[in-house]
T-cell receptor
């Protein structure tokens, strides 16, 4: 069964510092991977998605993620954190051939300190 | 372009009652999925509907059901509510022509509180 593990339930960075949120997946077939962000009392907003094209995926708000098959990882990064980046981030995998279903990690809360 | 619309935003129900939540997908989207989000269990897949047919189902009891109408709008129903059903229920829609190119767009959710 496919699964997603997000390392670190809380990450704290200073404004202007590098953001690194870790995601590892397990999959027996090539996965389709997503990062979503959730602000308080809101739904999920898609940041970026990997669909077997380029391994370095650029998303919205300056975020990007790199798919590394050898490490089964899909870490999310942003060179310089803004206060507005404070939110909860979810990594998700879509099981190949299984439409409409996303398997989510437990989420990482990003705190940005001034 | 309107996003995914979920109604109502907030609900308070009593144990034993039933509840119906509504989701209107983005125009042209044919796939609608439902998720339950709780602090303890995180985001869990409930089911997916495509062209009025349930195409996929998660590991939830039969008290949780759904349906999709010909205009792709979807409803989910929870019968005999339990305290543990208190959660944020999220709906997501997708073109489903090629899900991996378009991804899933989520609504703002319905916050259900069972007392």
């Amino acid at each position: 069964a496919q699964s997603v593990t997000q390392l670190g339930s809380h990450v704290s960075v200073s404004e202007g510092a590098l953001v690194l949120l870790r995601c590892n997946y397990s999959s027996s077939v090539p996965p389709y991977l997503f990062w979503y962000v959730q602000y308080p009392n809101q739904g999920l907003q898609l940041l970026l998605k990997y669909t077997s094209a380029a391994t370095l995926v650029k998303g919205i708000n300056g975020f990007e993620a790199e798919f590394k098959k050898s490490e089964t990882s899909f870490h999310l990064t942003k060179p310089s954190a803004h206060m507005s980046d404070a939110a909860e981030y979810f990594c998700a995998v879509s099981p190949s051939g299984n439409t409409g279903k996303l398997i989510f990690g437990q989420g990482t809360t990003l705190q940005v300190k001034p | 372009k309107a996003g995914v619309t979920q109604t109502p935003r907030y609900l308070i129900k009593t144990r034993g009652q039933q509840v119906t939540l509504s989701c209107s997908p983005i125009s042209g989207h044919r796939s609608v999925s439902w998720y339950q989000q709780t602090p303890g269990q995180g985001l869990q897949f409930l089911f997916e509907y495509f062209s009025e047919t349930q195409r996929n189902k998660g590991n939830f009891p039969g008290r949780f059901s759904g349906r999709q109408f010909s205009n792709s709008r979807s409803e989910m129903n929870v019968s005999t509510l339990e305290l543990g059903d208190s959660a944020l229920y999220l709906c997501a829609s997708s073109l489903a022509i090629s899900r991996f190119n378009y991804g899933y767009t989520f609504g703002s959710g319905t916050r259900l509180t069972v007392v």
